[in-house]
């Protein structure tokens, strides 16, 4: 069974940053996409930045510069980063990790089958 568990959300200032971390356990398939999420209140879940099983990565333009995605492995699990700098108060959302078997670094809700239970962001003026 896949499992992703966020951790890393917190509050910070504008001009900050954060480090993200979703643990994935349980994911079998060799090729892989991987992303981040983010949702507030009243608003459709948004793809944040992705990356596949070649490395290739995709950034919402909002981000672009200000936030790196990575994946690193841990014994059986994959471990899934956001590095997020330059931290603003749009950035404000409930962060979700996921993940799928794909082949491209998609940032599409509907690409993806398994979800973590998300990790809270919230940054102030």
């Known amino acids: 069974q896949v499992q992703l568990v966020e951790s890393g959300g917190g509050s910070v200032q504008a001009g900050g940053s954060l480090r993200l971390t979703c643990a994935v356990s349980g994911y079998t398939y060799s090729t892989y996409c991987m992303a981040w999420f983010r949702q507030v209140p009243g608003k459709e879940r948004e793809g944040v930045a992705a990356i596949d099983s070649d490395g290739s990565t995709s950034y919402i333009d909002s981000v672009k510069g200000r936030f790196t995605i990575t994946i690193s492995q841990d014994n059986a699990k994959n471990i899934l980063y956001l590095q997020m700098n330059s931290l603003k108060p749009e950035d404000t959302a409930m962060y979700y990790c996921?993940?799928?078997?794909?082949?491209?670094?998609?940032?599409?809700?509907?690409?993806?089958?398994?979800w973590g239970q998300g990790t809270q962001v919230t940054v102030s003026s």
């Open positions: 996921a993940a799928d078997a794909r082949v491209q670094p998609l940032l599409n809700t509907e690409d993806y089958n398994y």
